[in-house]
């Protein structure tokens, strides 16, 4: 058992003893059938992730080719020369540091091919190429690479409506028209839903306890809680991309998993199993 709390850290286990009325043994089993459970989560969110940037971003775009008051450019030229004007100080510097990258890997890449270049042509006793040719071959950097690099968060943040946090609220608004075809009933309803999926993202990839909640005392309310807000993520997903859910669904063996993972019973029956190899092995 100490092997197991020196590899999970007891600061992390601190929510679980509380879980665990404070039983060391059973806190451990319930962090790890947990944990395999909240991995469910990943594929879920990055779907809800990549549908969300894509339509707003499809906004954008649609935006600068039909409205006249729009700037006459493409989207990579709006992110890279227009778009800070319209963001908050958050934004200013996430759009900045996507753009940063985005150069960076772009330089990185066409370094390496120029010097690959370079070498391939020693080797064969050929005249050194010209870099302007060689970096004729190499793609430079487009609005997907900048879409790629921008955090969920930056996206989410796109609707809020405190005009504190987002000053720009009223401009993004006017673009951000009829999103999702209007499957959520409000932007702020569709804010509030990403937001929370935000929130969850995040602890979720800082290994935190998201099955927490109010009223959540036992192992079992736990299972509970996680299952409601897997449902709940689904249902966003079927918003944000009906024909997304209906593919992911079928891939996922969605159902069968959800009966596997989610089941009272075998949720107790697995704690039971893991109980008993703790106490056999000492580890």
Request: charged fraction near 25%; hydrophobic fraction near 40%.
């Amino acid at each position: 058992m100490i092997n197991n709390i020196q590899c999970i850290s007891e600061s992390r286990l601190s929510p679980y003893m509380l879980l665990c009325k404070g039983d060391k043994l059973e806190a451990i089993c319930v962090y790890t059938a947990l944990q395999h459970r909240s991995a469910l989560y990943f594929t879920i969110i990055q779907e809800i992730e990549i549908a969300f940037r894509n339509e707003l971003s499809s906004k954008i775009e649609i935006w600068l080719k039909n409205s006249l008051s729009s700037p006459t450019t493409d989207l990579y030229d709006f992110f890279k020369n227009h778009m800070l004007m319209y963001l908050s100080k958050e934004g200013q510097k996430q759009l900045q540091k996507a753009l940063s990258d985005v150069q960076l890997n772009y330089s990185n890449k066409l370094q390496k091919t120029i010097t690959k270049a370079r070498q391939k042509a020693l080797k064969k006793g050929l005249p050194e190429p010209i870099a302007q040719d060689i970096s004729n071959k190499v793609n430079p950097p487009n609005h997907n690479d900048i879409i790629s690099h921008l955090t969920f968060g930056f996206w989410v943040y796109l609707l809020e409506q405190d005009k504190q946090k987002n000053p720009n609220y009223q401009f993004w608004a006017n673009i951000f028209e009829d999103l999702f075809e209007g499957r959520f009933s409000t932007n702020l309803n569709l804010f509030t839903r990403m937001k929370d999926v935000l929130r969850f993202r995040n602890n979720l990839y800082h290994q935190e306890a998201v099955w927490k909640g109010a009223n959540i005392n036992t192992p079992l309310k736990a299972l509970q809680n996680l299952e409601t807000k897997f449902n709940n993520f689904l249902e966003h997903l079927n918003k944000l991309s009906p024909y997304r859910f209906a593919l992911v669904e079928k891939s996922y063996h969605l159902n069968k998993m959800k009966s596997q993972l989610f089941d009272h019973q075998a949720f107790t029956s697995e704690l039971a199993e893991l109980k008993s190899l703790l106490e056999i092995n000492r580890i």
